[in-house]
């Protein structure tokens, strides 16, 4: 059995593995249903791109679901303490991803045109709003939380939602969707030509440079003036789980530590850059598997960024430093955590590998002659 | 104080999108399979109306679907969202299998999902076929997980608690794996399932025979339908009583309110076959009885005594009193954990820490708890009688009809006779609603029953809630009601519109109505 201390520090890469997995499957069916109302002028042409993701959204959306079901495994306090915390928000991505299942299943079996324009915007709305939900989340980690845990550990959140709004939260709201929607407009760009080509790598080229400049605006104000968290108490890796065990204070620039401590981690935010360039020239030049794979980079940085600067926090709280959750003190017990890692080291390589084989077996462009023959049948 | 309203709303939530979810699930379980053996007939005939069939009920199947992926979302929320402190409390043990599921069987379930709508033309027959398999393979591999976390909830093996961590902690995976109380709930619940799309096709097609439309297409599915139902049926009766007997082994509360049990009889008990339960001087105002059966079934022995409801509370009342100790043991030594004497009273009481946390119900600091506390506490430990009495007697009413419709389908089918027998195809169209009624009160049974716990003797429902405020969860719960209703007209409108059109809707221009 691995070491207590090693266990936590690999299940908080694999769930940022499973967060950039996330990104990057589920994202790019998000950007598609973000870019449907606009890159689709007609009936035909929304169909086209609804149907790139057709056979493979649901399997996408896994990755989401895994990754909510491996943090409430690995990380249980966070699980309990995010959710029940930030109630209004997380019901807003619940309720908008309602309209994806549905979306996309019923859309096209009924032919009134306003029955499928409502659709239309119910996918723009599940793909839309997730992420914008998920970057403000993130913007308010950085910050810290307003919470803190009772003796018994149970959490209390003392802010409201509309705290949650705050500008740099709203910044990262903007770095996220921008990036997933840039992500989506590689990919529609690898599944469809003509017209719809034509407007998704325009909208490539626009969200990309946006994604780069909001991510290098966050960068900025992390760096100068926004107070970060370190522990100041000793801390020992290895001890049961107790978030309370210890002293935490706040500091402006904490968060560029870890940066100073070990310099090959710049190379997670250079990431964001140079996936972000790649993916903006690879779209200009019209290569747009490049695009893709430059924008999974970018995203690898991105998330990789926010995980690098916060660590060892995972969600420090605003009123009560103390009440802190860390990769050290919020984990599951060692067995959990040793089993949950035999169940993932067995079955994410199988998930790759028959989920590559059905992208293989579906690829191609998406054309209005396959939409005219398969109209009974297509969304 | 955590306030009552808010847990009762939390339950209320629970309970509507929970029971919600279920409308989806069985009918997901049970018709991949018949697409399995539709499309089977396809690989090994070649026949074309195979393909067809698996094509049409396919069409059905996903309009089902959908809702049951939309609705599911609401469950992986809401353990942490409205049920932060449970989450917190067994996260340990209870996220584990969730993940699992999520790694083992939805990824699969999901990614050919797509390929089962989509592939057709891009796959040859046997890797179309394949796929189907694993869809369904994976959709019911998915219901084990959700089943070995529930069961666990039921029967809370391999686990024990922590004070330093505040929590219950894994001791042994495979005891939670292997709980025989998940195990004889899986199988008692896919079979469920299976049952629910047998009796689903069996119904549809009996319309279309009725109707004299597309005859061919609904007599091979009737055929299909009615063996595989008629089995399911056997198995879910079967295993529905292999559930029985693992309740009777470790929720003795559940199995004495759902028999109206109040006193412990010699052994072997008599079962009440209908009763009338009277809460409040624990007894029946009149009762049927069969002598002998109830004990056999509830301990598969003639001897073994199986305890009534006012003997069971007695029990309680001293766990309760135990679990006092517990409870104060452990906060003690939340403040020191080198506390020796608190150490001391901790161990030989832990058995109990679940029935003491009863009494934070009713005070902060459970050894101030009053004699009158107390008894409410232990009244709370029996959930009320008439709904689980009721609701368990018309699941297995309704479960015995199933297996005599599927019967007498299977007997019609076999002897070639069953498009003239009318009443049987009139009886199968009026019963199409009618499995998910008997899974809707098998899921009630199950959890209501499970009261006062959400972990069964640990962790009292009342502390397991989120810290929100009583406005938020009606805020919710409107939502949600809201959104379901709106969900569930949609569903059932383009059900009842592609049942109606029929295998017509695929466009081939073989079946009826297909010429416009």
Known sequence: ?379 | MISTELVDLSRLQFAVTALYHFLFVPLTLGMTFLLVIMEGSYLVTGQQIYKDMTRFWGKLFGINFALGVTTGLTMEFQFGTNWAYYSHYVGDIFGAPLAIEGLMAFFLESTFIGLFFFGWDRLTKGQHFMVTVLTAIGSNLSALWILIANGWMQDPVGAEFSYTTMRMELTNFWTVIFNPTAQAKFVHTVSAGYVTASVFVLGISSWYLLKGRDVEFARRSFRIAAAFGFASALSVIVLGDESGYTVSESQQTKLAAMEAMWHTEKAPASFNVIALPNEKEQKNDWELQVPYVMGVIGTRSFSKEIPGIVEIKEKNRHRIESGMLAVSAMEALRRDKNDAAAKEQFEAHKADLGFGLLLKKYTEDVTQATHEMIQQAVDSTVPRVAPMFWSFRVMVALGFMFALLLGLSLYHTIRGTFLQQRWLLRWAVLFIPMPWIAAELGWFVAEYGRQPWTIYGVLPTHLSASSLSAGSLYGSLAGFVTFYTGLLVIELYLMFKFARKGPGSLGTGRYHADAH
């Not at chain 1, 520090?9 to 997995?21: F, H, S, T």
């Not at chain 1, 019901?91 to 239309?120: C, H, M, Q």
């Not at chain 1, 209390?156 to 709203?170: H, I």
């Not at chain 1, 850059?273 to 999974?296: C, D, E, I, N, Q």
């Open chain 1, 1 to 379: 059995m691995l070491d207590y201390e090693t266990l936590k520090i690999i299940w908080w890469v694999l769930v940022g593995a499973l967060l950039l997995g996330f990104a990057i499957m589920d994202g790019h069916d998000m950007g598609v249903g973000t870019l449907l109302p606009f890159a689709g002028k007609n009936d035909v042409e929304r169909r086209i791109i609804i149907n790139t993701v057709g056979p493979h959204w649901d399997g996408n959306q896994v990755w989401f679901i895994t990754a909510g079901g491996a943090i409430f495994a690995a990380w249980p306090l966070v699980y309990a303490t995010a959710f029940s915390g930030f109630y209004w928000a997380m019901l807003a991505v619940l309720w908008a991803l309602f309209f994806r299942p549905v979306g996309f299943d019923y859309r096209s079996k009924i032919e009134n045109p306003a029955w499928r324009k409502t659709w239309d915007w119910g996918l723009f709305i599940g793909g839309f709003i997730p992420p914008v939900i998920f970057g403000v989340a993130f913007g308010n980690l950085l910050q810290g939380v307003p919470f803190h845990f009772d003796n018994d550990l149970r959490s209390f959140y003392t802010g409201s939602f509309w705290e949650l709004l705050n500008p740099f939260a709203l910044l990262a709201g903007v770095v996220s969707s921008a990036m997933i929607t840039f992500h989506g407009a590689n990919y529609l760009m690898i599944r469809t030509e003509g017209d719809v080509f034509r407007r998704v790598r325009a909208a490539s080229l626009v969200f990309g440079a946006v994604t780069l400049a909001a991510f290098a605006a966050a960068g900025y104000f992390v760096a100068t003036g926004m107070k970060g968290f370190v522990i100041t108490s000793a801390i020992d890796p290895n001890a049961l789980p107790n978030p309370l065990d210890k002293t935490v204070a706040q500091e402006t620039g904490a968060w560029m530590k870890n940066y100073a401590l070990y310099p090959a981690t710049m190379l997670v935010p250079a990431a964001a850059f140079a996936g972000g360039l790649l993916a903006l020239g690879a779209a200009f030049f019209r290569k747009p598997l490049t695009a893709f794979v430059g924008s999974s980079v970018s995203m690898l940085g991105i998330i990789g960024t926010a995980g690098v600067s916060l660590f060892p926090f995972v969600m420090p709280s605003s009123t009560d430093p103390r009440s802190s959750l860390t990769v050290w003190d919020s984990v599951s017990s060692q067995m959990t955590l040793t089993l949950m890692l035999g169940a993932t080291v067995i079955f994410l390589p199988l998930i790759i590998v028959y989920t590559s084989w059905a992208y293989k077996k579906m690829s191609g462009k998406v054309t209005a002659a396959f939409i005219g023959a398969n109209d009974k049948s297509a969304y």
